[in-house]
């Protein structure tokens, strides 16, 4: 069994077999379901340099001795301006790390320290224990996620971000649901600050019988 849990934002713990942790912004992080120091893991996959994104993931790999897997900019970056972690830079496509299968995939978006722009965005697509997880990362809706299905499926949940403004609206993520074909879905990235308020509802009713919409809040588990 692989359990999913929503920390918030983007953030989510994966626990199986190896415990990874996506997009730990906890810190600073008004929904934040757990705190940094609660927080185990073998594997923290960072999709962009955004504070948001990568929030907590040095503090907690320092702590933990977790790697970081990130782009291949952006885990250079951590490496040299950080001292006690260890990263694992890569580009689009497959690799594996410690047993966990790990594609990382094309976002649209940006990505910066805040200042300067720092690699590029991504999505990742995880498969641990036989089950199939995508996180999108921040994005807009592209027509090569229906590649993802095609060459990676099926996905057995995605997280999809549905707050608009930075990402995806709901009606733009109901489409990607349309392209990726997972079996359930998971809305994020929505609700944390003004800008993207969005509600989850919306976006349930747009994807209809395409996906299970499985709406968490912060905290609650999805078991697959």
């Known amino acids: 069994m692989v359990r999913v849990r929503f920390l918030g934002h983007a953030a989510f713990e994966i626990a199986g077999s190896k415990k990874i942790l996506i997009d730990p912004f906890l810190t600073g992080n008004p929904k934040a379901a757990a705190k940094p120091e609660e927080l185990d893991a073998d594997l923290i996959l960072v999709t962009h340099a955004h504070g948001d994104h990568i929030g907590d993931a040095v503090a907690i790999a320092q702590r933990t001795g977790a790697k970081i897997v990130a782009i291949y900019d952006i885990a250079n970056y951590l490496v040299e301006n950080n001292e006690g972690i260890t990263t694992i ?125 499985v709406i968490l809040n912060p905290g609650d588990v999805l078991e697959l």
């Open 89 to 213: 830079g890569m580009n689009y496509g497959p690799t594996e790390v410690d047993g966990v299968k790990i594609v990382q995939v094309p976002a649209w978006h940006s990505s910066s320290d805040g200042k300067y722009s720092i690699g590029n965005p991504c999505g990742y697509i995880v498969e641990m224990d036989g089950v199939k997880i995508y996180h999108a990362g921040d994005t807009f809706v592209f027509s090569d996620m229906a590649l993802f299905n095609e060459l990676y499926g099926p996905i057995d949940v995605a997280l999809l971000p549905i707050g608009g403004h930075f990402t995806m609206g709901p009606k733009e993520a109901a489409k990607a649901v349309e392209l990726l074909k997972p079996r359930k879905v998971v809305p994020m990235h929505y609700g944390t600050f003004p800008p993207i308020e969005k509600d989850p509802e919306e976006f349930k009713r747009l994807v209809g019988e395409k996906a299970e919409v």
